[in-house]
């Protein structure tokens, strides 16, 4: 895979709302502490909330910048889907880009009496008897399970 610069913006943010939850945590602890114990407690009930919660954060975050750049890595947050017609045949095609250049097309379409699903010259689906109504599910169908198929072997292969 071509290197892509990662954005960190996620868990730089869940840091930060950690750390703010983190100090409401520390203030709640405090508020259950005996009034004997608050002034030597106070710091440690403070800086344990906010260390347990700044990780937390910071953990959520790193996973949704993970997701971001997953989903911008593979291009399937700009799919493009375009219906044709052509006399009593029809196509339904989605097409995106992969941030290396490699393009992928979906297409959906009649062959014989019925309906498959292509992608990238491959059939990946097919969906029995077709008529122009139940394609644009039927091809919505195939696009979700394909994208879901991508981002799990993303996932194995980082």
Not at 24 to 29: D, H, S, T, Y
Not at 31 to 49: D, H, M, N
Request: hydrophobic share 35%.
């Amino acid at each position: 895979m071509s290197l892509k610069p990662k954005n960190t913006s996620k868990s730089t943010s869940g840091l930060l709302i950690g750390l703010m939850f983190g100090f409401l945590v520390g203030l709640a602890m405090f508020k259950q502490t005996p009034k004997s114990e608050r002034s030597v407690a106070f710091p440690y009930l403070i800086g344990s909330g906010i260390i347990l919660c700044c990780i937390v954060g910071y953990k959520i975050g790193a996973l949704n910048d993970d997701d971001t750049y997953r989903d911008e890595w593979l291009g399937i947050k700009d799919i493009k889907t375009n219906h044709f017609n052509n006399g009593n045949d029809w196509i339904i095609e989605s097409i995106w880009m992969q941030y290396n250049g490699l393009e992928n097309k979906l297409i959906t379409t009649k062959q014989d009496g019925e309906m498959i699903s292509i992608f990238n010259e491959t059939i990946i689906r097919n969906h029995g008897y077709a008529n122009r109504s139940s394609a644009t599910k039927a091809h919505e169908e195939a696009k979700n399970d394909l994208i879901d198929t991508l981002k799990a072997n993303f996932k194995k292969s980082s």
